[in-house]
């Protein structure tokens, strides 16, 4: 570009043999000036006359810049230009010299020839413009689509610089994208897909002329969450061109971590996170950050299963994070106040110093934590038995049994009884399922069926080994789950899909085992309006029933009843091992129950609490037979009054005459008759 203020000609003549031109300041790159030189043909000095006689050029400077545009040696007109094209900072001149000639006379009357010499100079001086540089940050991520922006404004002394045919360059692996330059501006962006850092450099006609006094850098770092459990991780929420990427990802809807049942003794279930970041990130002092945002019921480990917990906030340095780690994240169990789930983020940030100031990068993740409600009611009383009137909570199995035993069910040996079914097992279930999944059934044995309703109705799960539960049948709501055969164990599973299919992954495993004993209990005569809930044979019962015992509570009245269930409990749900105890004519009830209706059952435990025979309802006379085929006979008697039981024949294992401190009407409420019997029957027969 010739500047604007081009000088004006230098003229010389014999007159005015010298003149110089001197630049008002420095060429920058790309700039250029040109001078015109004019030397007179003719002139006088004095009384003489000087005539043009000849011209020479000198330039002079480093790659001598100027350049002739007109003219020639011998010429008397000249056109030069000099051009920075980046070369560094030198003072450049071009001189025209000239001779004039002319004759004077001598004594000699001969001619003698006089000379008189002339210079033309000019100065131009080329100058390098310093660049400040300006980023709206020194450090981003190296995935080749996060931009570093940049602005580069030279200072050339107040004067004004086009910078179109300037460019920026760097690394090898950077992608810089120049935006046109402006007056003394040039901008633009920076992308790379390798971690490093460098320096961004000012070109011009293929010469570094200036190159920025900081450095910017490109860094890796990545959180990573499975969907849930140890599934596949999810894609970031970016896509490789950069663009928003669409749901499932990362941050929409992030990982699950289901918490525990409430009571639950097992392991939780984690989630995994894959935190990685390569061995080159630039920097001095370099950190990785782990911490938690709005998860105050999260827990990071550093295995699947082990005891390693991590206190957040996590600092590691370089060597201690390595290029990656692997970790998992649990949920606290929820309690009933808490709200249905909780959702925060986690965030992994990579620090270093750069150019002495702190350049930080982050990831980020989003968590939700989803506790699985789950309650498993004990078996309904048989409808042949008595009613127990027992309150619904009552009849929550802890967790905890669950966990250690797993949940009792009985063989569904006698059929659907209707609305009077006794054998199936109420699973209310609980969970807010994540949009985009579904809700999935799996059984490890198809003798395991689960329905909608407790009538053995709207089947969910009963071919098969795994069903998508439908809209219909979705939580929160109680699904009854019924055995058709004995197994040593057998678990219902619920687990999460995604809609467009793929694995399921398990939140909440309740393992189911079938009743191999079975307890029956009678209660005293209630023929004259007496209530079989106020005998002490009902809170042993009850008691039993909460420790987890497949137990029935018979008025001895309904002795035919219980004969019946004991039969079908050996021939049909396929039990084998029993119970049977009773007091007053409820311990004659245990005699005959006994005698005629083992069903294959092997009988484990008798007891009596001052039995009285049972033959009818006036009965007076004591039970003295051990019942046949008891392995174990417990009998505490007392003999005040008509009615009064005696030792057993042959003799009980465990026998007690209480006549010093009971009657008929308060043996059975004695507290030691109560402890004393439980803790026997439960030595010989397990839950």
């Known amino acids: 570009m010739i500047l604007s203020d081009t000088p004006d000609p230098l003229n010389i003549s014999p007159a005015t043999p010298t003149q110089s031109w001197d630049?008002?300041?420095?060429?920058?790159?790309?700039?250029?000036?040109?001078?015109?030189?004019?030397?007179?043909?003719?002139?006088?000095?004095?009384?003489?006359?000087?005539?043009?006689?000849?011209?020479?050029?000198?330039?002079?400077?480093?790659?001598?810049?100027?350049?002739?545009?007109?003219?020639?040696?011998?010429?008397?007109?000249?056109?030069?230009?000099?051009?920075?094209?980046?070369?560094?900072?030198?003072?450049?001149?071009?001189?025209?010299?000239a001779t004039w000639s002319t004759e004077v006379s001598s004594g000699g009357g001969g001619a003698s020839v006089e000379e008189l010499p002339g210079s033309a100079i000019g100065t131009a001086y080329t100058e390098i413009p310093v660049f400040l540089w300006y980023y709206e940050s020194r450090l981003e991520f190296a995935d080749g689509q996060t931009p570093i922006h940049f602005r580069a404004t030279a200072d050339a002394n107040g004067a004004t610089i086009p910078l179109n045919d300037y460019t920026i360059?760097?690394?090898?692996?950077?992608?810089?994208?120049?935006?046109?330059?402006?007056?003394?501006?040039?901008?633009?962006?920076?992308?790379?897909?390798?971690?490093?850092?460098?320096?961004?450099?000012?070109?011009?006609?293929?010469?570094?002329?200036?190159?920025?006094?900081?450095?910017?850098?490109?860094?890796?770092?990545?959180?990573?969450?499975?969907?849930?459990?140890s599934a596949a991780n999810l894609p970031d929420d970016k896509k490789p061109d950069g663009t928003p990427a669409t749901p499932a990802h990362d941050m929409d809807p992030g990982g699950i971590v289901i918490a525990n049942i409430e009571g639950s003794t097992a392991t939780p279930m984690r989630t995994k996170l894959t935190l990685t970041a390569p061995s080159n990130n630039p920097g001095t002092d370099i950190k990785y950050i782990l911490s938690k945002q709005n998860l105050d019921k999260a827990k990071i480990f550093g295995s699947a299963t082990g005891?390693?917990?991590?206190?957040?906030?996590?600092?590691?340095?370089?060597?201690?994070?390595?290029?990656?780690?692997?970790?998992?994240?649990?949920?606290?169990?929820?309690?009933?106040?808490?709200?249905?789930?909780?959702?925060?983020?986690?965030?992994?940030?990579?620090?270093?110093?750069?150019?002495?100031?702190?350049?930080?990068?982050?990831?980020?993740?989003?968590v939700?934590?989803?506790?699985?409600?789950?309650?498993?009611?004990?078996?309904?009383?048989?409808?042949?038995?008595?009613?127990?009137?027992?309150?619904?909570?009552?009849?929550?199995?802890?967790?905890?049994?669950?966990?250690?035993?797993?949940?009792?069910?009985?063989?569904?040996?006698?059929?659907?009884?209707?609305?009077?079914?006794?054998?199936?097992?109420?699973?209310?279930?609980?969970?807010?399922?994540?949009?985009?999944?579904?809700?999935?059934?799996?059984?490890?044995?198809?003798?395991v069926k689960v329905y909608g309703e407790k009538?053995?109705?709207?089947?969910?799960?009963?071919?098969?080994?795994?069903?998508?539960?439908?809209?219909?049948?979705?939580?929160?709501?109680?699904?009854?789950?019924?055995?058709?055969?004995?197994?040593?164990?057998?678990?219902?599973?619920?687990?999460?899909?995604?809609?467009?299919g793929g694995n399921a992954t398990d939140i909440a495993v309740i393992p189911f085992r079938t009743f191999t004993t079975v307890v029956?209990?009678?209660?005293?005569?209630?023929?004259?309006?007496?209530?079989?809930?106020?005998?002490?044979?009902?809170?042993?019962?009850?008691?039993?029933?909460?420790?987890?015992?497949?137990?029935?509570?018979?008025?001895?009245?309904?002795?035919?009843?219980?004969?019946?269930?004991?039969?079908?409990?050996?021939?049909?749900?396929?039990?084998?091992?029993?119970?049977?105890?009773?007091?007053?004519?409820?311990?004659?009830?245990?005699?005959?129950?006994?005698?005629?209706?083992?069903?294959?059952?092997?009988l484990k435990y008798t007891g009596y609490i001052d039995a009285v025979t049972n033959r009818w309802q006036f009965t007076y006379e004591s039970e003295e037979r051990r019942p046949p085929g008891s392995a174990y006979h417990f009998n505490y008697y007392q003999t005040n009054g008509v009615l009064n039981g005696e030792p057993s024949v042959p003799a009980a294992d465990l026998e007690k005459d209480l006549t010093a401190t009971t009657d008929h009407g308060t043996i059975h409420n004695d507290p030691s008759v109560i402890k004393d019997l439980t803790d026997s029957l439960e030595t010989k027969i397990d839950p």
């Open 307 to 366: 005891t390693d917990e991590i206190t957040l906030e996590k600092e590691y340095t370089a060597g201690e994070f390595g290029s990656s780690k692997t970790l998992y994240i649990e949920s606290k169990p929820f309690e009933p106040t808490d709200p249905p789930s909780q959702t925060g983020t986690l965030k992994l940030e990579y620090q270093c110093q750069i150019n002495g100031n702190t350049g930080k990068l982050e990831d980020v993740v989003k």
């Open 455 to 500: 009538n053995a109705t709207s089947a969910i799960l009963t071919s098969g080994n795994e069903s998508v539960v439908n809209q219909s049948m979705l939580p929160p709501r109680s699904y009854w789950i019924e055995a058709t055969d004995r197994q040593a164990l057998a678990n219902i599973t619920f687990a999460i899909r995604s809609s467009g």
């Open 169 to 229: 360059h760097g690394e090898p692996n950077w992608d810089i994208a120049n935006q046109a330059g402006t007056a003394n501006s040039i901008s633009g962006t920076v992308k790379s897909d390798t971690a490093g850092k460098g320096k961004l450099k000012v070109y011009y006609n293929g010469n570094e002329i200036d190159e920025s006094e900081d450095e910017i850098a490109f860094a890796k770092v990545d959180l990573a969450i499975a969907s849930v459990g």
């Open 520 to 602: 029956t209990a009678l209660s005293g005569e209630t023929g004259f309006g007496g209530d079989p809930l106020t005998h002490g044979t009902y809170d042993i019962s009850l008691d039993l029933y909460k420790k987890g015992y497949n137990i029935h509570y018979y008025a001895e009245k309904n002795e035919a009843r219980c004969i019946a269930e004991m039969s079908d409990q050996g021939t049909k749900c396929k039990v084998i091992d029993a119970a049977v105890f009773g007091y007053s004519h409820g311990g004659g009830s245990t005699y005959r129950v006994a005698k005629e209706a083992p069903g294959g059952l092997n």
């Open 23 to 97: 630049a008002s300041r420095a060429l920058f790159p790309s700039e250029s000036v040109q001078l015109q030189v004019n030397v007179d043909s003719t002139g006088t000095v004095g009384d003489k006359e000087y005539v043009f006689k000849n011209t020479t050029i000198n330039a002079n400077g480093q790659d001598a810049l100027w350049v002739t545009k007109a003219g020639a040696p011998g010429s008397t007109s000249f056109t030069f230009e000099v051009v920075n094209s980046a070369q560094t900072p030198q003072r450049y001149s071009v001189e025209v010299k």
């Open 368 to 447: 939700t934590l989803l506790p699985v409600k789950v309650k498993v009611y004990r078996p309904q009383e048989v409808q042949k038995a008595v009613s127990w009137n027992i309150p619904r909570e009552d009849r929550v199995i802890p967790q905890s049994e669950i966990d250690q035993r797993g949940v009792g069910i009985r063989v569904n040996g006698d059929g659907n009884d209707g609305g009077n079914e006794n054998d199936l097992i109420e699973l209310e279930f609980n969970i807010d399922i994540p949009d985009g999944m579904k809700l999935v059934v799996k059984r490890a044995s198809n003798n």
